[in-house]
Each structure stands twice: as C-alpha cells, then as structure tokens.
C-alpha cells in the first residue's frame, strides 16, 4: 500500500509588507501561504498574451476565450522594442495602445499583470530594448546612472500612456526586469522608479529561477516550468530539467529555463560590477511568499535548431504537477500566441543569441493559437482550472504532502508519482502519471494509505491499475453543502449551487480513464458508473448532495462558467464556447446550429440560440461597425477546400546556412527565393471575418506571403500551419503563396519524434504540400441565459451502481 503522512502543519503564516501595508487594494490580502479576496484564500490562474502580437480587434475576443478556459488574470510584457524602436517616437496607437487593452481586460472582469521590464525577452531582440538602448554606451540591467536615465524615460511613457490606469485597484501586478539573477538592487530600484513614474499595484513580481538572488521581501518570486524547450543543444536527449517538471516535488527552482542566455549573460557579467554574485545555486522559497508560478509551459516556441512539440496532455501533466506540489499561483507562458508586429524584431544568432527563431509567428502552440482558434491544450487545462474556480479556496493554503516513497530521479518509471494536498483531512489526493517521450506503463495494483489529523483513510476499496495518461486530483473528506465525501476515485470538476427545485448542490466528478469510480461516505462506499441523472446523498439531519459523474470520453467537451460571470454553470459542447461579464453564453460553430447542453436542476437541457444575423446587428451596434454577413463558398461543416497550384517547383539547398555553439541557423530570404516551392492557394473572394486557412505541408521552412510580403512563418514540426485570413491583410483579389524550403534528410535539426521518421523515410529531401482548406464559423448567442428545453438522455447513460 502506498502511504503518505498528510498530518504536518500548516506553513507559518507571515504578513509581508507588499498589498497589505504599502499600495493596498481593499480586500486583497497576501501572506506566506495564499493571496485572499475579501477574506477568502484566492488561487489565481494567469495566461500571457502579449497585445502588440495581436490585432487590437482581435483582443476582446481572445480574452474571452481566454476566461472560458478558466484564466482569471491576464499578463503581458510591455515592450520597449515594439513601442519605441528610434528614441522619441514612441507609438501607444492601435494593437500598442497598452491603455487600451488595460480597458478590454478590465471590461472582460479580469485582472492584469503588467510585465514592464526594461528588458522582457519574450523571443525579442535584445530581450525586448531597442538597438538605441542596446547600443548605448551604459552598462544594462544595472544601477549605472546612464542606464538609469533611459529607464527613467521609458517608464515616464508607459505611465503617461496608461494616464493613471496602472493603479492597485485596476492592475494586480507588477513584474520588474526578467530573468535577472545578480542585481537584487538593480530590482529595488526599478521598482522605486515606477512608482516615481505614477505606477503601483498591490503585488510587485521578479522571476526568481535560475537561482535568482532576489530582494526578498520587495519582490514576490514567481517560478516556472517547461516540459520540454527549444534552449538545449539539437543532439540532446529530453533534458532532465525537463523531466523533473513531471514529478511531484518540494524543489520550486529550474535551472534550465533560459540556461543558454543566462550562459551568455554570466560571460559579460563584469559589465555589470558590484551586484555581481553566481547564481550557480538553486534559489529557495521566501518566508514571506507562497510558491507561485509565472511561466508553466502553456506550450513552447520553435526554434530553427530544435522544433518541440508539446501534446495537450504534456501541457497539462506539468500543471498538474505544480498543483499537487502546493502552487498558489499558476501562471502560464504562452496562453495566447500571436503575430510580431512587423520583421526584424526576433531573437536571432545575428543579434547575439543562440538560437534562430521564427520572423514573425508567435503561435507557441498556446491554448490559443496565433490564428485565435483553441488548441487540445484548451480543454485539457480548462478542466483544472474550473477545478480551481470551485476548490481553491480549500486548495491554495493547504501544504502539498509528499509519499514515503519517493522516486529515485527523474529516469525513475516505476514509482507511482502522486501527492496529497490537504489541511486537517480535507483536500486532494492527486497522481500524475503522465510524461512525453519515454513512456510510462501501466502502474498495477495502487491503494492508497492517508494518515490525517482525523484518521487514517485507505483508498479505493481493491487495488487498481493506474493507466499512463492519468492526471487525476481526487477528493479527501470533502465537505459540500453540510456533505462530507470521504474520498473518490474520480476527479473533481465543479460545485453546482442548488437549485430551487430540490435545494442540493451538485458535485461533479469525472471519470479518469480506466479506473472505476467509487465514491465513500459514512463508512459505505458507492460504486458509480458515468450518468446523466446523479447520485442523491441524504444526510439524516437533512443536507444533501447530488453527485454527478461525467465520462472520460467527454472531458475534452466540458466547459464550466465560472461563478463570478453570472453564476456557475455546466456545459457540454464539441465546439468552442466563450461568454461574456454578464455570463451570456455564445458557441462559434461550423455549419448548423450547435449542439450544446447545460445541466441544470437535476437534467440536461439545450439552449435556444439567437438569429446569427440578430447577433451580428447588436455586436455591430455595441462596437459602431458595419454589420457584416458571412457569405461562403462552403460545404456542411463549414470548410471549404482551397485550390493548390504549384508555381514553381523546389530545388535541393545546400543545408548549411551558418550555425553558432553547434545550433544551426535558419536559411535567409535569399535562400527561399532560390530554392523553395512555390504555391498559389485560390483562397475564395468572399470569407468572413473567423476564416482560418489550414495547410498541410511538410518541409524545412514555410512563409505564407499576401502579395509578396511575408504574413506568417513557420519552422516545420510536423504540424498543420493554421492562420486567419484576415489578420494576414488577405482581402478579395490579394494574391496568397506558400513557400516551402526543402528540408534534406542529412539535416541536424531536432524534430518531434514522428516528424524526424516522416524525415528519414523521405529521398534525400522532404517538400510536400498535401491539402489546404478555409474554416469557417458562425457565431451563436443564447436567447435567454439560463434557459433551455430537456435534452434527450439514452437509457444506457441512466445505469448507476450502488
């Protein structure tokens, strides 16, 4: 049997300072275990889109996609590079007007972190400064009074732009610099001179790995975590700094996150005098700051020399992990990706970095991709936070408890990894059992013991096979609505208030694959199957509990509202669902009318939706724009094939385009000019303003061009490249061509695992463009929220198991 020991106490609970007596917001509380609202113990989820790399129209749209995957706050670096390349015109007009989106985040009823700098890096030149700062004769990133007047400049132009929105009421968060590990000064000093400047909020951030010496306690510390990255050499096996981020643990630190320019930095260290300190070591959690995260991989970049490729459920395993390892914050980096605002602003081997990354796309791979549409990574973290949304309050003090058996490294594929998060009995009991690239087995016969403050709890009733995949957080003596669970084997979704129907609130769990589901309470334990009616408990003093179970094979279609938008609510739909403050739902569904479902009071019920034409007049009258009509040339489903032409055919390159440390660099225009085939895409004259172009290709590099200049890029990874047409500048009559440079089997590039043979089975090179298609969408809008007609229910869904 499996045992941890959950009895230990809370963390000493310290006060520091920072939103509690300097730039207070009322009614947010922070200590060494949790940020509070009003009181209440607060587990925030934050997502980065960066608004210079999206289309200001664009922005309302993405952060609400963005709270539909359960993102409560939004956090953007502010770029020097983008906003001021030639000193003294800065520009804070249209996708710069950072004013601006602090006004659509606040509208959409999110809260912000603003990630000021001066240096951000975020794959930018220069980490985000401009060449007239980088090349100015001061030394960088320090308290030399010549770097400090510049900083002082740039900071007088955010606040002027922002005129007095970046205050602790509107902005959660400030984050100083990026990835600077030996001027704990220089830190304090940034944030004096933001202040200065007219800028404040209650929670001042540094990122603290890397081994960061930061000045504790000014700056809250915020770690990260990537499963896998583009930063490491392209022979390299998975790097175990990867690894280790799939495993439950006490070790908050990454050494590897940005290794390679922290490399580089720690060569020019001399520049920056007398903060100068190693930061060989690993950095330790503060006493005053609770473990918090800024950059769990919401996905990754792709880098010309190495091309990773996270799966949804990478993405997610490595979330899980910070969770059942005590996070009270998580942070992701990416969630939205995004387009550079013009060519040249890249990281690249010319501008001193290692690595060349793509010109212009940003996509990430985030939950939302560079095109707006949402990735399998979407669903598979939505489903976490809205676990969140319902229980962090219990979650987010609560101390992570580690098992007696630990693993015995990061090679280790036999020790069950799992955690217990709990306080005085009440928590989680999750298992992470899930990792990328070597895979794990089947983990046979786990049962589990848990000594709490109240007892032992032994869990499930007979050993049960653990299958690879399983990301599971299941309830411990869990009280809901005057009901105690004493455990289950499901995982925990959400809390549904009661209805005036039957006054019980609803639990709802769902399945994890291939373990049956028991439920215990009052020393008799339930065998549950998934149903569409729930399971009542009635206690005899009259509280009760409805628990419902959803099946595995519907997680991916599972959306909850979050109870701040209206009240909460659960929805099952196949496509992608978004709703506004008020919580009125709307569905972006190719075809007919969509097919969603709302459990309420007991049963499954459909909406009614508004005309299409109806939503777009009241949209259009809400934002003063014309009111457009979708027109296509489309069949069911809303996907129209795109004509392939090939204009000219590839020619073999030489593959050898420079490389620097042993990373190779990326091929010039100049090359694809030379070599690469040339396609032309009939795109159709008339597409509506959600019409995304889907191309299947395979190849070395891929730049689509609208009348001959470059819109997107990409670095072949073995996936689709997917782009809106009309955030490319495609219109009726533009001309649209796809590029593809050879890519030689004798390449050193590292590729995804199926790409790399897709590579090798190729004749010498691999140029190929299989299909394109354009996808469109309707938009639909509930009628009435709340409202809805009885869902049909199969009688097999109906068996339960007692």
């Known amino acids: ?136 004769p001061v030394r960088h990133r320090t308290d030399d009074p010549a770097y400090l007047d510049l900083v002082r400049e740039w900071f007088a132009r955010i606040a002027d732009a922002l005129d007095g929105r970046c205050t602790p009421e509107n902005v959660l968060a400030i984050q100083l610099d990026n990835e600077l590990y030996d001027q704990p000064g220089h830190l304090a000093t940034l944030k004096r001179l933001a202040r200065e400047a007219g800028m404040s909020a209650p929670l001042w951030t540094a990122t603290a790995w890397g081994g960061a010496q930061l000045p504790d306690p000014e700056v809250l510390p915020l770690w990260g975590g990537y499963g896998d990255g583009f930063w490491v050499d392209p022979g390299d096996a998975w790097d175990p700094t990867f690894r280790a981020h799939f495993f439950f643990s006490d070790t908050w630190d990454d050494p590897g996150i940005g290794a390679d320019v922290r490399g580089a930095d720690e060569r020019g260290a001399d520049e920056r005098g007398a903060d100068e300190a190693s930061t060989s070591g690993r950095a330790e959690l503060s006493p005053w700051f609770p473990a918090a995260t800024c950059e769990l991989g919401g996905g990754m970049a792709t880098a010309y ?52 990354m793509t010109r212009l796309s940003y996509d990430f791979h985030a939950p939302i991709g560079e095109s707006g549409r949402a990735a399998p990574s979407h669903a598979a973290l939505r489903l976490q936070h809205a676990f969140l949304e319902a229980f962090g309050e ?111 609130p ?65 929805l099952v739909c196949a496509d992608e669902v978004t709703w506004d403050a008020e919580g009125r ?62 204009v000219r055919a590839e020619t073999m390159p030489s593959g050898d385009y420079g490389s620097r440390d042993g990373r190779q660099a990326a091929p010039h225009d100049a090359v694809l000019d030379a070599h690469a085939a040339v396609y032309r895409l009939d795109v159709p004259e008339k597409f509506d303003d959600d019409a995304v172009l889907r191309v299947q290709w395979a190849g070395d590099v891929a730049q689509l061009r ?33 590029r593809v440079l050879p890519l030689r089997t004798d390449s050193r590039v590292h ?12 004749d010498g090179a691999l140029c190929e463009v299989s299909a394109a298609w354009i996808d469109q969408r309707t938009l639909w809008t509930e009628k009435t929220p709340h409202r809805g007609t009885p869902a049909r229910v199969d009688d097999d869904r109906k068996t339960r198991e007692r």
């Open 506 to 570: 609803t639990l709802v769990l769902i399945e994890d694959a291939g373990i049956p589901v028991e439920l215990a309470h009052d020393g008799l334990t339930h065998r549950l199957a998934p149903a569409a009616t729930p399971l009542r408990i009635q206690e005899p003093h009259g509280a009760a509990l409805d628990v419902l179970v959803l099946a595995s094979a519907d997680a991916d279609l599972v959306w909850v509202v979050d109870a701040a938008a209206g009240g909460r609510r659960l």
């Open 1 to 136: 049997m499996l045992r941890v020991d959950a009895t230990g106490p809370l963390r000493e609970e310290l006060r520091p300072a920072m939103a509690n007596a300097d730039d207070r917001r009322p009614g947010l509380t922070l200590t060494s275990r949790s940020l509070l609202r009003d009181g209440r113990p607060w587990l925030p989820v934050s997502g980065e889109l960066h608004y210079t790399r999206v289309p200001r129209e664009r922005w309302t749209e993405r952060l609400r996609l963005m709270r539909s995957g359960g993102v409560s706050v939004v956090s953007t670096y502010v770029p020097w590079l983008h906003h001021e390349p030639v000193r003294g015109q800065a520009r804070f007009d249209g996708r710069f007007d950072v004013g601006g989106f602090v006004d659509a985040v606040r509208a959409e009823g999110l809260e912000l972190v603003l990630r000021i700098g001066p240096w951000v890096h975020g794959e930018m030149r220069n980490g985000g400064l401009p060449d007239w700062v980088q090349h100015a």
């Open 394 to 504: 219990r979650l987010a003090p609560a101390p992570s408890h580690l098992p007696d058996v630990r693993l015995t490294g990061v090679e280790d594929a036999e020790t069950l990894r799992w955690a217990v998060r709990a306080d005085d009995g009440s928590g989680f009991l999750f298992i992470g059992w899930h990792q990328p690239h070597v895979p794990l087995p089947t983990y046979r016969g786990a049962r589990f013991r848990v000594d709490t403050p109240r007892g032992v709890v032994e869990l499930p009733s007979a050993p049960v096979d653990i299958p690879p995949g399983t990301l599971a957080r299941w309830p411990l003596g869990l009280e809901v609505g005057g009901v105690t669970v004493d455990w289950a084997t499901a995982s925990a979704l959400t809390v549904l208030p009661a209805s005036t129907a039957d006054g019980a």
């Open 305 to 356: 020399h190495r091309r990773p490729r996270p799966g949804a459920r990478d993405i997610a395993a490595v979330a899980h992990a910070k969770l059942g390892s005590g996070s009270a914050w998580q942070g992701y980096y990416m969630y939205t990706g995004g387009t550079n605002p013009g060519p040249g602003l890249e990281e690249t081997q010319a501008t001193g970095y290692p690595n060349d």
């Open 751 to 762: 590729l995804p695992a199926d790409a790399a043979a897709r590579l090798a089975a190729a």
């Open 585 to 646: 739902v709307a569905v972006r569904a190719s075809g007919s009318e969509p097919d969603l479902r709302e459990y309420a009071g007991g049963t499954w019920r459909h909406l009614g939706w508004e005309d299409p034409a109806a939503t777009a007049a009241r949209r259009s009258a809400a934002d003063g724009t014309p009111a457009a009509t979708p027109e296509r040339d489309a069949h069911p489903g809303g996907a129209a094939s795109v004509r392939i032409r090939l």
């Open 706 to 738: 609208v009348d001959g200049v470059t819109a997107t890029d990409r670095f072949w990874d073995g996936s689709d490249l997917v782009a809106n047409l009309r955030d490319l500048g495609a219109a009726p009559a533009t001309r649209v061509e796809l």
